[in-house]
């Protein structure tokens, strides 16, 4: 069953802002942290952003840093990336994903540590 599903993809112009959301579909992930990630054809999955499950600590990947802001609804289990100054390599199939541990106190960028996955909402940034 799916368990994850991400929204609000779309095709947008260099500069422009996205914002994603992530839902659960069927099961509560109120005590696991929650990351997004992308990939890009011919390319690895690549860590985005990951915050704990109480919201209260984040990470964000150096590449987009200072454009994209992860945050948490904790009653819905829900998580959501907004993105600014959005680029060309930005293009990708973001995904996001629960980790396997519940309650942990860091967030971690490796993804084996996630074990359920959303289908991905696809982000195109082209002129």
């Known amino acids: 069953q799916v368990h994850l599903v991400e929204s609000g993809g779309s095709t947008v112009q260099p500069g422009d802002s996205l914002r994603l959301s992530c839902a659960p579909a069927g099961r509560s992930f109120k005590y696991y942290a929650m990351a997004w990630f992308r990939q890009a054809p011919g390319k690895e999955r690549e860590f985005v952003s990951g915050i704990t499950y109480n919201g209260r600590e984040t990470r964000i990947s150096d590449s987009v840093k200072g454009r994209f802001t992860i945050s948490r609804d904790i009653a819905k289990s829900s998580i959501y990336l907004q993105m600014s100054s959005l680029r060309s390599d930005d293009t990708a199939i973001y995904s996001c994903?629960?980790?396997?541990?519940?309650?942990?106190?860091?967030?971690?960028?490796?993804?084996?540590?996630?074990?359920?996955w959303g289908q991905g909402t696809q982000v195109t940034v082209s002129s």
């Open positions: 994903a629960v980790d396997g541990q519940a309650m942990r106190e860091a967030v971690s960028t490796i993804r084996s540590f996630y074990t359920i």
